[in-house]
């Protein structure tokens, strides 16, 4: 069986090699396109083995266009040699307890073609290190139905996949086999730690003063002591996922 995984960048460190790590534990290629990064994210990906990079522009936030295109049309590459495709964000990982690639087998023996995974918000205190699996260190999270996304099928099957914007919904055409997930989990990796979310929130504050497209940055606008307390809110509610 064949995964490949598409995924599309802008100034991903440093959470970078912890994702690209994680995600080719399961993944036999990734295929990103870089939006302009300056933070070494380009020559990381790079220099990674069974990683290929491409490129594009927009002018503003990438959300809704060209990313919302490019989701939906780069995967139909993979359709002679793959046997399933994921579309995944740069800080998102998908998981299962018996393992991801035993979970799809099973699906595409029985005749899925579409998975949602079940969206799960990771939640910590500290942000992980180097030489320690991410999911010992990141083992807890709250669940997130915006992160449950339709973004699991098999290109074969799938003629198209007209995923709408941030992924949440989908018009999929073709032999569409649906299935909704509750055991295979999309992970989210945004909340590591208060001093490394903040300084995606500040990067993304910066990146929003010139860009048209500003709805894509609400979240964002929200002051710091209100984003502190959804944080420190998620911290006590959070669960253990990982067994």
């Not at 399933?84 to 799809?104: C, I, K, N, Q």
């Not at 945004?190 to 003063?209: C, I, N, P, T």
């Amino acid at each position: 069986m064949v995964i490949h995984l598409y995924t599309f960048t802008y100034n991903e460190m440093p959470f970078l090699p912890f994702w690209l790590d994680y995600n080719l534990g399961w993944a036999d290629r990734i295929t990103a396109f870089d939006n302009g990064s300056t933070d070494g994210t380009v020559e990381l990906l790079a220099s990674t083995p069974r990683v290929t990079v491409g490129t594009f522009t927009s002018e503003g936030h990438p959300e809704p266009e060209p990313l919302r295109t490019l989701r939906n049309s780069v995967w139909k590459a993979s359709r002679e040699t793959a046997d399933w495709v994921v579309l995944l964000d740069s800080d998102e990982g998908l998981y299962h307890p018996a393992g991801v690639r035993t979970y799809l087998e099973n699906m595409q023996a029985r005749g899925v073609t579409l998975i949602r995974p079940c969206g799960c918000e990771v939640v910590s205190e500290f942000f992980p290190v180097m030489g320690r699996p991410l999911l010992e260190q990141l083992d807890r999270g709250v669940p997130a139905g915006d992160y449950s996304k339709p973004v699991v099928f098999r290109p074969g099957a799938v003629r198209d996949i007209n995923l709408t914007v941030g992924c949440l919904t989908h018009e999929a055409k073709g032999d569409i086999r649906y299935r909704n997930s509750s055991v295979l989990m999309l992970l989210h990796f945004k909340r590591l730690g208060w001093d490394h979310y903040m300084f995606r929130v500040k990067q993304s504050r910066e990146r929003a003063k010139t860009q048209p497209n500003k709805r894509a940055f609400g979240h964002f606008s929200r002051t710091d002591e209100e984003l502190r307390a959804e944080f420190e809110g998620m911290l006590h509610n959070s669960m253990a996922f990982y067994p």
